[in-house]
């Protein structure tokens, strides 16, 4: 038995007739690999940003459903949290802007977000503003997020800071309700 074996691997070092596909096919796997961690990395990375926004837009659907209730701050991160599906530390991970517009002279909540920074304490609130009646309201969350592969296809494509987070952002326009 060990001598057929031995005779097979043996034939089977000898053989050159396969040589040639041996270097395509050192070159096309790690692009294949590759290929294969954008795939998950975009498909959860979509998912992700689905989850924030629905999140989001169920939240404000409350708020403008239910303006005698008083909301605040906590309370819309935590509706946002809980009607996300899950996304990862959500409470920690999530920062929300929101402020009043004139829709006759607009003007739009800052171009960067004002986002967390996990090894860093939470700054101060900035712009917020729960709104009066018929009202309206630009509601921003930005949520930061664990690539799945940081340093490989898309996930590297995305950026992160210094803690290795990406950052998305969902915003929401909406009016308040009379009471």
């Known amino acids: 038995m060990i001598t057929r074996l031995k005779t097979a691997l043996s034939r089977f070092r000898k053989e050159e007739s396969g ?7 050192v070159i096309m796997l790690p692009l294949l690999f590759i290929s294969f961690a954008f795939g998950v990395e975009l498909t959860t990375h979509s998912n992700r940003q689905f989850q924030l926004d629905h999140g989001l837009e169920v939240t404000t659907r409350a708020i403008r459903l239910n303006t005698a209730s008083q909301f605040t701050h906590d309370n819309i991160k935590e509706t946002i949290c809980e009607f996300s599906g899950g996304l990862d530390e959500c409470d920690s991970r999530i920062r929300l802007e929101m402020i009043p517009v004139n829709p006759r002279d607009f003007v739009g909540l800052p171009a960067m977000p004002d986002c967390t920074n996990e090894p860093h304490p939470v700054n101060p609130l900035r712009g917020w503003s729960l709104g009066q009646q018929h009202e309206l309201m630009l509601l921003r969350a930005c949520y930061k997020f664990s690539p799945v592969f ?21 915003m929401s326009a909406f009016v308040q309700e009379p009471r």
């Open 150 to 170: 940081g340093s490989l296809g898309l996930g590297k494509l995305l950026g992160t800071d210094d803690a290795g987070l990406g950052t998305m952002v969902s």
């Open 19 to 25: 040589a040639a596909y041996t270097v395509e096919f």
